[in-house]
């Protein structure tokens, strides 16, 4: 593909582009270049509650949580905030605490779904609820407290109460529920003191976990603290494009000379090149560049004497690439060893420069003493391949 720029055009420059695609054809682009010349950049812990919990949310205190006797632990629990009024099927619904082994997931939340409906497993399992003054508490069944201001049990409620296995016994670091046997000091085993909402009620605002440990037994396991450490894996398909190259402006214009009794240069910046290199296969790629001889009317300054000193860089990004510097800029071409003939610009061997590269270069013309006045205009043509 080819792209002619003129110069004089009273028009705003736009960005012309040239791509290679599947077929072997270079991009090209073709830079008109004129000369003038004239006259001159919370853990659990013991009695610590947790997760930490909102004011008006449930929180419990398990005293000790760690190095239990594995023969026999007195366990204390204490809980504020739990819900004393919701009714379920006609009645308060109350809460259980319980203690027993759970595997929690990256979430901080069980993973067997029963967990909350089918008690069997927990080695104690207590139903803690509203009840009426002088009630007699028991192993499985304790009292919630109901705030005193607010007897109607509308605001949240308060026990405490030492946890023990259904006949009263301490609880211990193993046991033994159907035809399955926990032990909390294997290293496999999390063994935690709970909170839900009883009644088999999906409501998960009562939930609180609090891991334990008995002496000689694997650390509390998860924490379920919103602040643990979870992974999971990003995947990103990058598709690939083609060979682009697009020039940033239409032509250059070289700065006036005067003429005297010896050769004169000019200088300019030549506009910079972007090649945008996306094919998968990385063959590498060359951009060179060739200029016509200067014409004004029948006179010419010959294409040679338009010689140029390359420079390559990377795109400008605010991202961080994983690349190198894999783009080269070519050799110096000075005036009269210059662009008559095709000169590399800047290239990257196989198996580099993929992204957007930017090359460019300072362009000087020499003007021999004896050439006549006028404007010169040549064309310079840069090839990707």
């Known amino acids: 593909m080819r792209v002619g720029m003129r110069a004089g055009m009273r028009r705003s420059m736009g960005r012309r582009t040239g791509r290679l695609g599947g077929m072997p054809v270079p991009a090209v682009v073709a830079l008109v270049v004129a000369a003038a010349l004239g006259p001159a950049p919370v853990r659990a812990g013991a009695s610590v509650p947790v997760p930490a919990a909102a004011a008006s949310g449930p929180s419990l205190m398990v005293t000790p949580a760690t190095d239990l006797d594995p ?18 099927f006609g009645s308060h619904r109350g809460i259980y605490v319980a203690f027993g082994a759970l595997t929690l997931g990256p979430d901080g939340r ?25 009630s007699v508490d028991s192993p499985t069944q304790k009292t919630m407290e109901v705030d005193p201001s607010n007897p109607d049990g509308a605001t949240n ?44 009620d999906t409501d998960r605002s009562q939930d609180v976990f609090i891991p334990v440990r008995f002496t000689g ?18 995947t990103a398909t990058v598709l690939g494009g083609a060979l682009t190259l697009t020039a ?15 050769d004169q240069t000019t200088s300019a910046p030549l506009g910079d090149l972007i090649v945008g ?14 200029v016509t001889d200067f014409r004004h009317g029948e006179d010419r300054i010959v294409a040679d004497n338009l010689g140029w000193t390359p420079a390559a860089r990377a795109a400008p990004s605010s991202l961080v690439a994983a690349g190198g510097d894999d783009v080269v800029a070519g ?19 196989a198996g580099r420069g993929n992204g957007s590269w930017v090359c460019s270069a300072l362009l000087t013309l020499g003007v021999p003493g004896s050439t006549r006045p006028g404007t010169y205009v040549a064309t310079l043509t840069l090839t990707l391949a």
Not at 71 to 88: E, F, M, N, P, Q
Not at 110 to 134: I, K, L
């Open 157 to 200: 409620g308060r026990f405490d109460f030492e946890l023990t296995r259904a006949d009263g016994s301490p609880i211990t670091a193993r046991w033994t529920a159907g035809d399955r046997t926990y032990d909390c000091t294997d290293p496999a085993t999390r063994c935690y003191v709970l909170s839900f909402a009883a009644k088999g």
């Open 331 to 349: 050799p110096p071409a000075p005036p009269g060893q210059g662009l008559g003939s095709p000169r590399v610009l800047c290239g990257a061997p």
């Open 110 to 134: 069980p993973t067997d779904p029963s967990w909350y409906t089918d008690a069997s497993g927990y080695q104690a399992a207590v139903y803690v609820h509203r009840r009426p003054p002088g």
């Open 71 to 88: 023969a026999g632990a007195v366990i204390r629990v204490t809980g504020t905030g739990y819900d004393s009024a919701k009714a379920l």
């Open 248 to 262: 940033t402006g239409d032509g250059v214009t070289l700065p006036p000379v005067g003429l005297r009794d010896v």
């Open 217 to 234: 037994g694997p650390g509390p396991g998860p924490d379920p603290d919103p602040a643990a450490t979870v992974t999971q894996t990003v």
């Open 277 to 290: 290199d996306y094919r998968e296969t990385s063959p590498g790629w060359t951009l060179t560049g060739q």
